[in-house]
């Protein structure tokens, strides 16, 4: 039963790149304006136009040429409620900019504008809405219920999958900002889409965490039953394991969120143990190092220059392998009592970013009120924002065949 394989037809001759997209199942028709994002990573050649097939779908869209103005394309994968929004509001105030809906349109959009970013959420590419999987007996994280085609495709006028009605609504026009990352469960599932990144980072929120962490919000905040919360966890971990977790081998940064070492048997999930782990030779992005690049450190930076209260703070720093990958893996253990503080960590490591001394404790001071500020959560996240602002800006660079610093936001 093929539930959601889209296909397009071209419509008119006259606007080339307008199409009607319906699935098999007829769910859905949409009109849809594509442009296709050649990144980096993917041959430039032969950009300006032309009819393309592929997977079913048939287009007639112009390619956007290798410009300078293109895109630096951005993904981020993570299960649901592990941090994806926060990380994203981290990411695009290095930008600088409020992020908001677009102006005018739908409010339940999921969209988020800046000056320079625009962040869609990949749960607009559902092909099924909440009625829909409900039929179909699929979850939210399965293949069969996303329309992958679509987000290759990287439509400008997109559809939007409304979280309060469990619909899919009409569509929302998109134009192509400078950095556009594309936030979910899928950015990284779909070679097609993955080959479009130019850089891409997994949440990776061990079970413990997560199950706090949505106690925290669907308990707290918006009233369900611890019951409810468990069966909604186990009853995605099948597929979660199937298709959302394998995506972390493709990324290029993981932040992984562990319960801590420091408190013997801790389940409370409250202090929390972060791993960043950063891909080696990954073009644009040097990891970040402590002390001394490609050496293997344990640091318990506690006494006069930082305040630690039970059960203290440890930093790790050191090179590994992951997926088979050589990788530099920074660890942080712990959480800050007094955030300014951290610019004593900070100036111990290195490879930053920033533009200036001190702008990874500017920024995490700034959004103090953040989940994760007072841990590596948060301090990753920030971190792999300033990695993220460096790589646009040699991207463009590069693209303008100009030093990187004539590129500078
Ligand atoms: N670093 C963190 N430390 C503690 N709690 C966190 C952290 N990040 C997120 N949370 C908790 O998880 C909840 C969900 O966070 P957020 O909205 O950023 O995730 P999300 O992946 O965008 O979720 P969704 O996909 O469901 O919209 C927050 O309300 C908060 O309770
Ligand atoms: O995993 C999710 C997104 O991160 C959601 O569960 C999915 O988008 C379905 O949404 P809803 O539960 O509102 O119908």
Known sequence: MAICSAHTTTTSLHSPCTTTVSNAAGFRQRQVIFFTSSSNRRSCGGGGGGRRHHGGARTSCFQVSC?????????????????????MRRLTSVFGGAAVPPKGGNPDSNTLISDTTTVICLDDYHSLDRNGRKEYGVTALDPRANNFDLMYEQAVEKPIYNHVTGLLDPPELITPPKIFVIEGLHPMFDQRVRDLLDFSIYLDISDEVKFAWKIQRDMAERGHSLESIQASIEARKPDFDAYIDPQKQYADAVIEVLPTQLIPGDNEGKVLRVKLIMKEGVKFFNPVYLFDEGSSISWVPCGRKLTCSYPGIKFAYGPDTYFGKEVSVLEMDGQFDKLDELIYVESHLSNLSTKFYGEVTQQMLK?????????????????????IRDLYEQIVAERAGVP????KV
């Open 67 to 87: 410009s300078v103005d293109k895109p630096v394309v951005i993904g981020l994968a993570a299960d649901s409620g592990c941090g994806k929004s926060t990380f």
């Open 367 to 387: 959004h103090a009120d953040f989940p994760g500020s007072n841990n590596g959560t948060g301090l990753f996240q920030t971190i792999i924002g300033l990695k």
């Open 404 to 407: 990187a610093e004539a590129a």
